[in-house]
């Protein structure tokens, strides 16, 4: 890739991050979709300027051949969309190749999620006479109460919980804010967490909620390491537990005691409905196996 197509893309990259505030993995996605692509323009002698629908489709085709899932080649073929897009509004080129392609159909998983007994053997693990142990369950207890992304949860900044109404303000994808409740456990876990903070001393060199020792912000790498060890500790499967999952569970556990899907939307804060929707069939997997485990004629 020559410096001259390294400058396109970085300057599409500003324009859709101006244009629609994406966050930062969301525009390195993007990226990385779009380095892959002109390596592959490279390699089989091609220009971007001058490419043809055939030429898309067969690097879709090639796409596939590298075994990546039906849902990947999907986002790789919107973020092509996107670029080219980008060159028409620039009069770089006059059409768009990917104009008239469909996105692949792909069937979404179910994602993984955790029992309710599952979840509290988790928050069990953490020592509760520790720092660490109380701003660990803390954390955790969090991410399971509010459905947070492990993104939003390590971004979470003092001013964006408010203990006496009872709510956190969360910056979302998109920077878009929603409020979400927090229940008296987690109310209670964040002011002992607050105390812990003044026994040991921490200073907060910055506005961030959750702290190393050192006063630092905690990152995602660290928090999905600390998530692990608890899993061995509270023997559950290592490799079936991540941050992610707990916000599975969230929403999971509210629609099996009733919660209203758009309800479940709001506060995974979700733009489309659809994307709520596949924890329904989460649930009613779950209703159908209680049923057969426990009903006499199930």
């Given amino acids: 890739m020559n410096s001259e197509e390294r400058l396109v893309i970085d300057a599409f990259i500003d324009t859709i991050w101006i244009e629609k505030g994406l966050s930062t993995n969301t525009l390195n996605s993007y990226k990385s979709d779009l380095e892959k692509y002109f390596n592959w323009i490279e390699l089989n002698s091609l220009k971007y300027k001058e490419l043809s629908r055939?030429?898309?489709l067969e690097y879709l085709a090639y796409l596939f051949g590298q075994k990546l899932e039906g849902k990947s080649v999907a986002r790789n073929l919107s973020s092509l969309k996107a670029f080219h897009n980008y060159l028409i509004l620039k009069d770089i080129t006059k059409?768009?190749?990917?104009e008239k392609i469909e996105t692949p159909k792909f069937v979404k998983s179910i994602p993984s999620s955790l029992s309710e007994n599952e979840v509290e053997k988790l928050l069990d693990a953490p020592d509760e006479n520790t720092f660490i142990g109380i701003r660990d369950k803390t954390m955790i207890e969090t991410l399971y109460s509010c459905g947070l992304r492990i993104s939003e949860l390590v971004d979470?900044?003092?001013i964006h919980v408010n203990l006496r109404q009872g709510v956190i303000r969360v910056l979302g994808k998109g920077q878009k804010e929603r409020l979400v409740p927090m229940g008296q456990k987690l109310i209670n876990l964040i002011g002992i967490y607050?105390?812990?903070l003044e026994e040991n001393k921490i200073k907060n060199s910055s506005n961030f909620l959750f702290l190393s020792q050192r006063g630092k912000k905690i990152t995602r790498q660290a928090f999905w390491h600390r998530i692990k060890i608890y899993a061995t500790k509270a023997g559950l499967e290592n490799n079936k537990i991540s941050?992610?999952?707990l916000r599975h569970a969230f929403a999971t556990h509210l629609l099996?005691?009733?919660a209203d899907l758009r309800v479940v939307q709001l506060l995974l804060g979700h733009s489309d409905l659809n994307t709520t929707q596949i924890y329904t069939e989460v649930a009613k997997r779950r209703l159908q196996n209680l049923h057969g485990a426990h009903h006499p004629r199930g």
């Fill in 54 to 56: 055939s030429d898309v």
């Fill in 243 to 245: 941050p992610h999952i």
């Fill in 95 to 98: 059409s768009n190749p990917c």
């Fill in 256 to 258: 099996n005691n009733g």
């Fill in 194 to 196: 607050f105390k812990k």
């Fill in 156 to 158: 979470l900044e003092i």
